[in-house]
T-cell receptor
Framework: GQNIDQPTEMTATEGAIVQINCTYQ??????LFWYQQHAGEAPTFLSY??LDGLEEKGRFSSFLSRSKGYSYLLLKELQMKDSASYLC??????????WGAGTKLIIKP | GAVVSQHPSWVICKSGTSVKIECRSL??????MFWYRQFPKQSLMLMAT?????????EQGVEKDKFLINHASLTLSTLTVTSAHPEDSSFYIC??????????????FGAGSRLTVL
């Protein structure tokens, strides 16, 4: 079966750095996405990786290793507004998006 | 950027009634839109893929007669929850992709519709 694993919850301190991991086992691979979702709101797009390596976008970076079925989202200079759930999703061989359960990130002052 | 509008954002209805949720792509045409359901503290669950001008493709376990999807134009898809019951209470979210080279990998979500069935 297809599976996306990410930690359920993480806690970090304002101003610090946090890394949210995502491992996947899917039938084929056509890209990996990270979305941010604040409570009660729809997800918003953060990043897309299809090739191995690190994609940097401001305070957020996303890394992909296809051979390891692994990605991480790195958040720097954490702000209180970064408290949200972070969803990892993989597009499989049929271009269907398979979603992880999300990681709830709690930022403490 | 691509914008998807979803309406209503919040609805309360009595058990047994039907509720219609609209999803519009405001500045692009979407031949395909997706409908998701999300229960508290859980991830998105794809319910169906809405195809303009043809029948929707439902995921396994989703009742097509209960969740009616109509994709009448390239900018509008509707989800009707028929004869709603309390267990249908959930957060329903639609999404669409602008397509093309630039937009194919960017899925834009509507703001979501929170349905509460009493």
């Amino acid at each position: 079966g297809q599976n996306i694993d990410q930690p359920t919850e993480m806690t970090a301190t304002e101003g610090a750095i946090v890394q949210i991991n995502c491992t996947y086992q899917t039938s084929g691979f056509n890209g990996l996405f990270w979305y941010q979702q604040h409570a009660g709101e729809a997800p918003t797009f953060l990043s897309y990786n299809v090739l191995d390596g690190l994609e940097e976008k401001g305070r957020f970076s996303s890394f992909l290793s296809r051979s390891k079925g692994y990605s991480y989202l790195l958040l720097k200079e954490l702000q209180m507004k970064d408290s949200a759930s972070y969803l990892c999703a993989v597009k499989d061989s049929n271009y269907q998006l398979i979603w992880g359960a999300g990681t709830k990130l709690i930022i403490k002052p | 950027g691509a914008v998807v509008s979803q309406h209503p954002s919040w609805v309360i209805c009595k058990s047994g009634t039907s509720v219609k949720i609209e999803c519009r792509s405001l500045d692009f045409q979407a031949t395909t839109m997706f409908w998701y359901r999300q229960f508290p503290k859980q991830s998105l669950m794809l319910m169906a893929t809405s195809n303009e001008g043809s029948k929707a493709t439902y995921e396994q376990g989703v009742e097509k007669d209960k969740f009616l999807i109509n994709h009448a134009s390239l900018t509008l898809s509707t989800l009707t929850v028929t004869s709603a019951h309390p267990e249908d209470s959930s957060f329903y979210i639609c999404s669409a992709s602008p397509g093309g080279e630039a937009g194919a990998n960017v899925l834009t979500f509507g703001a979501g519709s929170r349905l509460t069935v009493l």
